[in-house]
């Protein structure tokens, strides 16, 4: 069992670690998006 164990593990760990990345990422974009929108609407017309 321990030969399908710890490959598992790393390919779970693996997999949430790019999930994350993913989302940490998108929440980024949303933050730029967000001050991109900010400063447009700040602009004197």
């Known amino acids: 069992m321990t ?9 779970v760990f693996m997999h949430e670690q790019r ?5 940490d990422e998108e929440e980024d974009f949303q933050t730029h ?6 400063a447009e609407a700040a602009k004197p017309k």
């Open 33 to 38: 998006i967000r001050k991109i929108a900010q």
């Open 19 to 23: 999930r994350e990345r993913q989302g």
């Open 3 to 11: 030969i399908f164990g710890l490959p598992m593990a790393i390919l």
